[in-house]
């Protein structure tokens, strides 16, 4: 396809102006075809080929790209009043966009085979027999969601390089093949990220340590505490992986999960190969927060295929776009705004509850996070530090998030934490290197399905009113509780309050409710945004879900009974 534009020199009226159009044949006689009844003669002033790597550009886009350049349009014509070189700068721009797409993409396949590969490495070896003990597939998750964390903090300085360099960990560290976990990430995890400075103690497995001092300074002293839970030791944790599935170089394995020899290679290899940034606005060669999320939706949903030949069909591109995610996300808001009275803009928005109720990897909150702070601070005039505040009343008040999927409720956690790291420069000379903990997202971000809820009374929360307030009071001091033994303190009061509750509304529903915990690794078999929120009616449900997901034959007739979608949906037991 070729791109051209031309003037009429023999009409006044079009003095100034270019009709840019397209076309796949010749452009001379596109022209013509134009023209020929109006008896007129085209003075041709650009030729160009409209290729931009694997795609092409249309004539629709340069003249968008020229409307946002100010350029005047006639009307909704392809008439515009510019020059040859206004147009050929326009086209480049758009051609330089896709290159630059192509690229991510490239980027983004390369990264998702890869560490889709490690994870099937990891866990169909310790499925099958070679060890011992019984293996938590998501174990294998977590280790990738909290190294792919811990590279963007490498980033801004607040983790050592050394710790993931051959060279200083055998010079510090003993011989064991299970030393880099049991040593590096254990301590790095549990006792350091996610332990306060001054309870810091001595490091974990010292006996596989050859030079403690120099490890510890490393581990204790140059790391700050993050808090949030995404370093919260959970039940597999304790397995270890030998140093061969983080350091070794590219070998052929045969991934049974899809069927086919696969190139596997050490998990720090893999990170330690890419750059990182927080920054989302030029991101063609940097693994940045969305490209993390799109990679594990792919990942996820690769997981969840059932038959191999699904499996191998996903991509690195597995997800909601960006520019679809925004424009929903602002065209709610414009309806939400729209019912508001208040005239305090800030407020209005600050207050606007939110629930995505199929979360994912997190698109839609963060999106709404991202939109909600370009309309507070449009020119980014806002402190660093009064961003980082805006941003955490955005997570305490508005954002809220459901999925069935455990570890997809886990990554959305990582990406709202990387958007809140984007607000810190760290300073050494202040305590924690001037950075405030992480929040605690548990009762944010809950693990259940959502299409089933629980028959109970409305009268419940007025009858237990008083009750009911005080365990939401309890869960807002605990999302910004950062001390961990104030933290336990919290949610054994949570748990006991609710329990409490539950007992006294005799109702069997919120009895099952009760038994779940929101750090639980299992959905919950119901959903009741007033229950696990405290909300009863969200201003905005916003999200992509999983359609064509599959659910036993007896659930239909709850669908339709629930839902009066449900009667033009196709709901059948096959999905």
């Known amino acids: 396809m070729k791109l051209y534009a031309y003037t009429l020199p023999q009409v006044p009226e079009k003095a100034g102006w270019l009709k840019i159009g397209q076309t796949t044949g010749s452009i001379e006689k596109r022209i013509n075809d134009q023209l020929s009844q109006a008896h007129l003669k085209a003075e041709i002033v650009l030729r160009e080929s409209a290729a931009a790597g694997k795609n ?9 790209e020229l409307v946002q350049r100010g350029f005047v349009q006639d009307g909704n014509s392809e008439w515009f009043r510019c020059t040859a070189g206004d147009v050929r700068d326009a086209l480049n721009t758009v051609k330089e966009r896709y290159r630059k797409e192509d690229k991510r993409k490239e980027l983004e396949q390369k990264f998702y085979e890869e560490l889709r590969n490690w994870y099937y490495w990891a866990t169909e070896e310790h499925r099958s027999g070679l060890h011992r003990r019984e293996y938590d597939a998501d174990h294998a998750l977590r280790i990738i969601v909290r190294l792919l964390l811990i590279f963007f903090l490498k980033e801004k300085g607040l983790v050592p390089s050394e710790l993931f360099q051959e060279e200083w960990l055998n010079a510090n560290l003993k011989e064991d093949e299970f030393g880099y976990y049991n040593v590096i990430l254990r301590n790095l995890f549990f006792h350091s990220l996610n332990t306060p400075h001054n309870e810091r103690g001595e490091l974990e497995n010292r006996n596989l340590i050859q030079r403690y001092n120099k490890v510890k300074e490393a581990l204790h002293k140059r790391i700050p505490f993050l808090n949030g839970g995404l370093f919260t030791e959970q039940s597999g944790d304790d397995f270890a992986l030998n140093d061969d599935y983080f350091f070794s170089k590219a070998r052929l394995k045969e991934i049974k999960a899809l069927d086919k020899t696969c190139s596997v290679t ?3 290899k893999i990170l330690s190969q890419y750059k990182y940034t927080l920054d989302e606005t030029d991101n063609s060669e940097f693994i940045d927060p969305e490209f993390v999320g799109n990679i594990f939706e792919s990942l996820l949903a690769c997981i969840a295929a059932d038959k191999k030949k699904n499996r191998r069909k996903i991509t690195g591109s597995y997800y909601t776009p960006r520019e679809i995610v925004n424009y929903m996300v602002n065209e709610a808001l414009d309806t939400y705004l729209s019912t508001q009275k208040d005239s305090d803009f800030e407020n209005a928005l600050l207050r606007c509850s939110i629930l995505d109720p199929s979360c994912g990897s997190g698109a839609f909150p963060c999106g709404v ?8 601070d449009p020119n980014k005039t ?5 961003r980082y505040q805006t941003k955490l009343k955005i997570l305490r008040n508005v954002i809220y998030g459901i999925d069935i999927q455990p570890m997809a ?6 990406r709202l934490f990387l958007s809140l790291l984007q607000e810190i420069t760290p300073d050494k000379s202040k305590a924690n290197f001037g950075i405030e903990p992480l929040p605690n997202l548990d009762y944010k971000f809950a693990v259940a399905d959502t299409l089933f809820g629980i028959d109970f009374n409305d009268l419940f929360f007025n009858e237990h009113r008083t009750e009911f307030l005080q ?4 869960k807002a001091d605990y999302f910004k509780e950062s001390i961990v033994s104030a933290k336990e303190h919290l949610r054994t009061q949570i748990t006991a309050a609710e329990k409490e509750l539950a007992d006294k509304s005799g109702n069997k529903g919120i009895q099952a409710l009760c038994q779940w915990n929101h750090s639980d690794t299992q959905a919950s078999p119901y959903f009741d945004s007033r229950w696990m929120f405290g909300i009863e009616n969200f201003d905005i449900v916003i999200g992509n879900p999983p359609y064509g997901a599959k659910y036993p034959k007896e659930h239909k007739a709850y669908f339709l009974k629930h839902y009066e979608s449900a009667k033009t949906a196709d709901i059948n037991e096959n999905g």
Not at 56 to 64: G, I, Q, S
Not at 409 to 414: D, W, Y
């Open 471 to 474: 365990i939401q009071t309890l």
């Open 409 to 414: 409720v886990h990554i959305a956690s990582l």
């Open 266 to 268: 050490g998990i720090i």
């Open 382 to 386: 806002l402190t660093q530090d009064n």
């Open 56 to 64: 092409k550009v249309t004539d629709k886009e340069v003249h968008r």
């Open 369 to 376: 996070m991202n939109v909600i702070m370009q309309r507070l």
